[in-house]
């Protein structure tokens, strides 16, 4: 793993790379919220190549608080949260990841657009090294279609866990 550059949460908003989806929810915010801040639960809902997402420090804390995340095959990624709003924002910079990128801030926003019914975006956004830098057209394409695939899968999570007693 290499140092990465933490930034701030605006970094989501002038990174030279960004890979923004959204998808609509027949769910409350605070259904998606508690899918969102379930670590341990992201894979079942995320899929490949997440294998593992688990706090490194007390997952309730909010800002400041840390995680880390394994890909197959072991690609390991280290998360400070920088932005916690309850059922409506939450974004968290890498602090130490594989080679290939510089700086990474990943935002999700949650908007109630009626009740019970919640607008999911989810944003990365990245500093590619200038190694990866030429292989961001072609990879921007699989990483959107997996970021869509796993929000539909938030989101039926999310009803999911809404529907239970």
């Not at 690609?75 to 990474?104: C, K, N, Y």
């Amino acid at each position: 793993m290499v140092a990465y550059t933490p930034q701030g949460p605006e970094f989501a908003d002038r990174a030279p790379v960004r890979i923004e989806r959204e998808v609509v929810a027949d769910v409350s915010p605070a259904a998606v919220w508690a899918v969102l801040v379930d670590h341990r639960g992201w894979p079942d809902w995320w899929g490949e190549p997440l294998i593992r997402c688990e706090p490194t420090s007390d997952p309730e804390s909010g800002v400041g608080s840390t995680r880390r995340v394994v890909l197959k095959p072991n690609v390991v990624f280290d998360e400070r949260f920088i932005t916690w709003e309850p059922e409506s924002t939450w974004a968290f910079t890498v602090v130490d990841g594989p080679r290939g990128l510089r700086s990474v801030v990943e935002r999700c926003t949650l908007h109630e657009e009626v009740p019970g019914r919640t607008r999911i975006t989810y944003r990365m956004a990245l500093t590619p090294s200038p190694v990866l830098r030429p292989l961001m057209p072609v990879l921007r394409r699989p990483v959107g279609r997996s970021l869509q695939t796993a929000l539909g899968k938030l989101a039926d999570a999310a009803r999911a866990g809404a529907s239970r007693p």
